[in-house]
């Protein structure tokens, strides 16, 4: 049986800076992922049902307007409360250090900061990657 | 009946969802949820959308579906982009330019890469149109890749396909015109506020007059201008009659035999292929065949005579 991941690259709340994001969601792709990219300014409902129809298994989140403790949290609420937990959730963007150990724990696995080689990425996802 | 197949009749974004990947993925457990949903499926009027790359397919689709969510109908849209050959990822973007129907309980969208399929569709296609329609969706989208001259299989699963066209093609319609421009069931001018509209309009429905000859239905054109919402209502007109049309001229049953039958064959030659191809039995046989062929020690046809004379005997 052939199996694919999936992934959502999704940009939460105002910030209007897609250009990490796109970087990322093409060298997903040429890892061999299946990338739905849907662009700017996603609510927390929009990304989590987009989520659900698309069956994807990870949501990469990128965020560089310093929100997201509480955008990124939003998300993980959100799929907990849905039961979705088996989506493996990374946030990338401009995160401080001390921010880190905060969002792990509310269930963004892998948060990686400006300057991360796209092959780290491509790495954790295939590592953690839950179903 | 099945879990998920019963959850799916009942409208369950996430079993609709789940099964989507399992038919994707042909595993076992989707083919017991697609024979179980089969007869409950045949309500829905698929649409396909084809067109060139950038003609606005995705915004358009959009709009249409605002339109019949006016109309209290449900939606659901497949918007397929292509795989890459080399690294077997996608790049699925369709959904940007539908954002606003993310959050709508009655639209579901479903983004899907051809995984090798050539012509415009995805080898699941036909699932996923039977997925939706079983869950009680009153229309589905169909949008192809972008298409150049020859990815006209969309046909084989619309009830109604609309060629999507922008102005300042220019001779490009007299190119595309062998394949793309004797699919359509109703021409949709898109992006009508540009220039060149007129020309591009004259060039179609100098086409439409030949082509329409000795025919009881002339292709209609339309013109829309999809970020404004102009001339939706009047498409969605279009659509109506057109599946109107159908079902007076006794070709709706005829079609829709027609895509039984893609199916069909659809599922034989992608189980076959597995069978051949990816199937421990026979890997090795045809591995040592294609050896044999690369010293010429024998010909690919008297290899493809062996491998079929193993599977009829």
Sequence with gaps: ?131 | MNDIASKVLKGDARSIARLITLAENSSPESTSAMKDIHSHTGNAHVIGITGVMGSGKSTLICELTREYRKQGLEVGIIAIDPTSPFSGGALLGDRVRMMELATDDGVFIRSMGTRGMLGGLTSAVYDVVEILDASGKDIVMVETVGVGQAEVDVIKIADTTLVVLVPGLGDAIQTIKAGVMEIADIYVVNKADRSGVEQTLAEVESLVEIACINKDRKTPVLTTISKENKGIAELIDEINKHSDYLKKSNTFEAQRRKRYEAELVEIIRKRLMNFIFDESTFKGKVESLIDQISKKELDPYTAAEEILGRILK
């Design chain 1, 1 to 131: 049986m052939e199996r694919k991941i999936r992934v959502l690259v999704a940009k939460p709340g105002l910030d209007g800076h897609d250009r990490g994001a796109k970087i990322i969601a093409r060298a997903l792709r040429d890892a061999g992922m299946e990338v739905i990219y849907t662009g700017l300014h996603q609510t927390t409902e929009m990304i989590v049902e987009t989520a659900v129809q698309e069956d994807v298994n990870v949501i990469a989140l990128s965020l560089l307007s310093g929100a997201h403790m509480t955008l990124f949290t939003d998300v993980t609420k959100l799929l907990k409360e849905k039961k979705m937990e088996d989506v493996l959730v990374v946030g990338g963007g401009v995160i401080p250090e001390d921010d880190i150990p905060e969002l792990k724990k509310a269930g963004v696995s892998g948060i990686f900061g400006p300057g991360t080689h796209t092959e780290t990425i491509v790495k954790f996802i295939k590592k953690n990657v839950k179903r």
